[in-house]
């Protein structure tokens, strides 16, 4: 089966943040979607950058596209609390993703993985084996990766966002060592997140699909035109056919 592919939507202060040859855009956040689905997307990786750095959100407009988009939308709003775990479920995202800061709180991770199963992945943004909440100071970073992932494996989360924060919006390639030492220890499903610069990126990830990883979120390679919603897709069904 072909790695699912998610294009990412970052919308900071009403605007879809994509970056060009020539430095950060701010389109239309509903625009760059359907150009991704238009393309070709199935899912879409819906990010709000205001709620995750704590900034403010952008609440309304992400609650009017999830609505409006005809898509499956992963939501990533900086969710770490009951607050806004309600605010996102509530959206109709297919499924959201619980911020690396909510860590600072496994108890409540494990209680919300509980509750809503499928419907919640956790993100892993990772520095060098710890946990590194990004836009956060709090009590998640520095946790260790593979204790935390023991626990929330044991408490049954359904699947992991694994970022190496070093590597995110880069276009460095993706951390393969780490993606690897994720899918050897958990059975869960894994996606990855964070470096994807080409075509061969993605075909180098696509060797992880036996182990466990399930699809690549990519954001900044799309938006320099590195390569399209399209030609990925390809790529990755190309992949899978000679898997």
């Given at each position: 089966?072909?790695?699912?592919?998610?294009?990412?939507?970052?919308?900071a202060d009403g605007r879809a943040v994509r970056f060009t040859g020539d430095g950060p855009t701010d389109p239309d956040p509903m625009a760059t979607a359907r150009a991704w689905l238009q393309?070709?997307?199935?899912?879409?990786?819906?990010?709000?950058?205001?709620?995750?750095?704590?900034?403010g959100d952008n609440a309304a407009l992400i609650t009017a596209m999830i609505g409006a988009l005809d898509a499956r939308i992963e939501l990533s709003a900086g969710v770490c609390d009951d607050?806004?775990?309600?605010?996102?479920?509530?959206?109709?995202?297919?499924?959201?993703?619980?911020?690396?800061?909510?860590?600072?709180?496994?108890?409540?991770?494990?209680?919300?993985?509980?509750?809503?199963?499928?419907?919640?992945?956790?993100?892993?943004?990772?520095?060098?084996?710890?946990?590194?909440?990004?836009?956060?100071?709090?009590?998640?970073?520095?946790?260790?990766?593979?204790?935390?992932?023991?626990?929330?494996?044991?408490?049954?989360?359904?699947?992991?966002?694994?970022?190496?924060?070093?590597?995110?919006?880069?276009?460095?390639?993706?951390?393969?060592?780490?993606?690897?030492?994720?899918?050897?220890?958990?059975?869960?499903?894994?996606?990855?997140?964070?470096?994807?610069?080409?075509?061969?990126?993605?075909?180098?990830?696509?060797?992880?699909?036996?182990?466990?990883?399930?699809?690549?979120?990519?954001?900044?390679?799309?938006?320099?035109?590195?390569?399209?919603?399209?030609?990925?897709?390809?790529?990755?069904?190309?992949?899978?056919?000679?898997?």
């Open positions: 089966m072909a790695l699912t592919l998610l294009p990412a939507v970052d919308i393309d070709g997307a199935r899912w879409l990786h819906l990010v709000d950058l205001d709620a995750a750095f704590r900034r607050e806004s775990l309600r605010w996102a479920m509530s959206t109709g995202a297919a499924r959201i993703s619980l911020s690396s800061a909510a860590l600072a709180d496994l108890d409540w991770c494990v209680a919300a993985c509980g509750r809503y199963g499928d419907r919640l992945a956790v993100a892993l943004d990772v520095h060098n084996g710890r946990i590194a909440p990004r836009g956060f100071a709090g009590d998640a970073g520095g946790l260790d990766l593979f204790t935390t992932l023991d626990r929330l494996d044991r408490a049954g989360c359904a699947r992991y966002l694994v970022t190496d924060v070093t590597r995110d919006g880069t276009l460095t390639g993706p951390n393969l060592a780490l993606l690897r030492e994720v899918c050897g220890f958990t059975a869960q499903p894994v996606v990855a997140s964070g470096g994807v610069a080409g075509l061969d990126d993605l075909g180098q990830l696509a060797t992880l699909e036996p182990a466990g990883l399930e699809g690549v979120i990519v954001g900044r390679a799309l938006g320099v035109g590195a390569f399209t919603v399209a030609a990925a897709l390809a790529a990755l069904d190309r992949s899978a056919t000679r898997a």
